[in-house]
Structure formats: structure tokens, C-alpha cells
């Protein structure tokens, strides 16, 4: 069985993967990651390669699979990164609100055999997310529970900020962070198959 690793320090993404009940482990690299794509879809793509690579450098990778994945949220061809500070949040929030944006995220998969042999899969997956119209008190009331401080475009999908999704089209587990079922068959294309636990199997 190779050894599973998750190149991303997000713990949404982890909690991702043990929902689906996958084995693995954690390796974030410190390594700066500068991109010189200029299109959302493309700097996902070439940041998750990057972790990756990076990831598999530094652990020597052999007889394993590392994943790497990044992650943004943009509007107007613009990518919205985390608030600096409420105002920001707030602008991020009245922009967003009342219209539909995108959300992207690349998934790199490097698989190695025992001699260090790579191959890889490199995609971006894109969701749209539509946002009903807000009221600055309802902006600020979610900008008051701290939520939106840590997240890219200044909300979670999976938080309070679900209140205010109108629809979406595309994976939502996406817009969370990991595109769960996509990676899920890439795994068991490369004989990861193994490394899905099913606790409840008694009798299968």
C-alpha cells in the first residue's frame, strides 16, 4: 500500500478526507510558492503543483501518493484573497452579495512507485456560488462572528454564511476547500483503493 499525504495545512481539507474515511498524513512544506500564471484557473492549477512538488521533494517521495491543492475565490476576474481587516471583509461581502462568483480549486496528484518514478494529475475544478442580496446589518452581523477572517473572499459555505447562499452549480465540497468525489476517483484509479476505510463493513 502506498502512503497517502497531504501536502495542505487547511484543516477543512484534512477534514475532507477523513470524512470519506481516507488514511492519511500530513506534510505542509514551507517553501515560498510564487506563481507566474495569470489566469484563476491556471494559478490554482500551478499553486497545487507547486505544494506538491515541493511536498514530495523534501519527504524523498517513494512508494507513495502526495496531494497537493489551492484554492480561490473570484469575482470579476479578480481573486479575493483573506480580509485584512472588517472594512475589507465588508467590501469583499457587498461585492459578492446579490451576484454570482466563481470559486476554483486545483488538485494535484503525484504518484510515485519505489523508485521514485512520478506521475501526476493536474486539474482545476470550478463551481459557481450565487449569494442572495444582503443588507449591510446582515454583512455586518456576519462579519461581527469572526467568521469571515480566515477564509478567501471572507466567508465559509459551510459556516453561518450558508444563510445567504442562493444555489450553487458545481461540487460544493469545492468551494469548502477539496473537491472530495473528483480526488476520490483519481485514488482509486491509482490503486489507492485500500486506504478508504469502511468501519461499519461487518458481514460485506
Given at each position: 500500500?502506498?502512503?497517502?499525504?497531504?501536502?495542505?495545512?487547511?484543516?477543512?481539507?484534512?477534514?475532507?478526507?477523513?470524512?470519506?474515511?481516507?488514511?492519511?498524513?500530513?506534510?505542509?512544506?514551507?517553501?515560498?510558492?510564487?506563481?507566474?500564471?495569470?489566469?484563476?484557473?491556471?494559478?490554482?492549477?500551478?499553486l497545487?503543483?507547486?505544494?506538491?512538488?515541493?511536498?514530495?521533494?523534501?519527504?524523498?517521495?517513494?512508494?507513495?501518493?502526495?496531494?497537493?491543492?489551492?484554492?480561490?475565490?473570484?469575482?470579476?476576474?479578480?481573486i479575493l484573497g483573506k480580509p485584512k481587516d472588517k472594512e475589507d471583509a465588508f467590501a469583499m461581502i457587498q461585492n459578492l452579495q446579490g451576484r454570482m462568483h466563481k470559486v476554483y480549486t486545483g488538485v494535484a496528484v503525484l504518484e510515485f512507485d519505489e523508485n521514485g518514478k512520478k506521475e501526476m494529475v493536474n486539474h482545476a475544478?470550478?463551481?459557481?456560488?450565487?449569494?442572495?442580496?444582503?443588507?449591510e446589518a446582515e454583512i455586518w452581523e456576519y462579519i461581527l462572528?469572526?467568521?469571515?477572517m480566515d477564509k478567501a473572499g471572507a466567508y465559509g459555505i459551510q459556516g453561518r454564511f450558508g444563510a445567504f447562499i442562493d444555489r450553487i452549480e458545481g461540487d460544493y465540497y469545492?468551494?469548502?476547500?477539496?473537491?472530495?468525489?473528483?480526488?476520490?476517483?483519481?485514488?482509486?484509479?491509482?490503486g489507492m483503493r485500500d486506504n478508504i476505510l469502511?468501519?461499519?463493513?461487518?458481514g460485506v
Open positions: 500500500m502506498k502512503k497517502l499525504i497531504l501536502g495542505s495545512a487547511s484543516p477543512r481539507r484534512r477534514e475532507l478526507l477523513e470524512q470519506i474515511g481516507v488514511k492519511f498524513e500530513v506534510f505542509v512544506s514551507k517553501k515560498e510558492e510564487v506563481y507566474t500564471s495569470t489566469e484563476p484557473e491556471e494559478i490554482v492549477k500551478e497545487a503543483l507547486m505544494k506538491a512538488e515541493n511536498v514530495a521533494s523534501e519527504i524523498r517521495a517513494k512508494n507513495a501518493i502526495v496531494i497537493g491543492a489551492d484554492t480561490v475565490v473570484v469575482q470579476d476576474n479578480r475544478v470550478e463551481t459557481k456560488v450565487y449569494v442572495h442580496a444582503m443588507t462572528t469572526g467568521e469571515p469545492n468551494v469548502v476547500g477539496l473537491p472530495i468525489s473528483y480526488l476520490y476517483q483519481i485514488l482509486k484509479k491509482s469502511y468501519t461499519d463493513n461487518e
